[in-house]
């Protein structure tokens, strides 16, 4: 095999990849490194019908790039005062799979006494947070969680850099999380908690 068919089984490989992710901003990433690859690949075999429709395609993929990052969007907490909501248990129910993937450590039986908030992204519901206080200073995570399709750290932000200020004012100044998952550790170390150096399943942030 040469080395050109390499790179054209490369893109293609890449291009084929994209199209299996859920996450809309991964797709694009790795469908624009799949499309530019695959119009190398075009060049330098002379197939300029190939080099001309994937370079098109990575046109397209940069402009919707720009253009999500580029979008403001409008984020707010929303409150659930009834733990038997009939839309939460149907959320909790929907994403359970996914819950359990990367909070195995989730249970609903111990959140009765909880407090919940639906994170609303342009007032739609793609994340619930969950917690506990624990003590007059800290308060525990029960869940954060987003749903697929807005994976992408902007409702983390937008939480612990932002919305939480109503915590603060009840004298929480410490948030705990528990985690074996590693991407949800590695999740929780890019939001700014840090690993308790007795217990590597536990992570604390202050406020």
Do not use: C
């Amino acid at each position: 095999m040469e080395w050109q068919e390499i790179i054209g089984y490369t893109g293609s490989v890449l291009i084929a990849l994209s199209l299996m992710m859920k996450n809309i901003i991964r797709l694009r990433k790795v469908n624009l490194f799949g499309a530019l690859t695959f119009a190398v690949y075009g060049l330098l075999v002379n197939a300029y019908p190939v080099l001309v429709l994937n370079s098109f395609i990575a046109l397209v993929d940069i402009y919707y790039l720009i253009d999500i990052y580029r979008k403001k969007d409008a984020f707010s907490l929303m409150p659930v005062l009834d733990s038997n909501h009939p839309y939460l248990n149907k959320f909790l129910d929907f994403y359970s799979d996914d819950i359990i993937e990367f909070s195995p450590e989730f249970n609903r039986d111990k959140t009765k006494d909880a407090n919940y908030y639906f994170i609303l992204r342009n007032l739609v519901p793609v994340g619930i947070f969950i917690y506990k206080v624990r003590s007059l200073e800290e308060a525990e995570i029960l869940l954060d969680y987003s749903i697929p399709d807005y994976r992408d750290l902007k409702n983390a932000e937008y939480l612990y850099y932002a919305a939480l200020e109503f915590l603060k004012e009840k004298g929480v100044k410490n948030l705990i999380a528990k985690s074996e998952v590693d991407k949800h550790r590695n999740y929780l170390m890019r939001v700014g908690f840090i690993e308790d150096t007795e217990n590597k399943n536990i992570f604390r942030k202050k406020l």
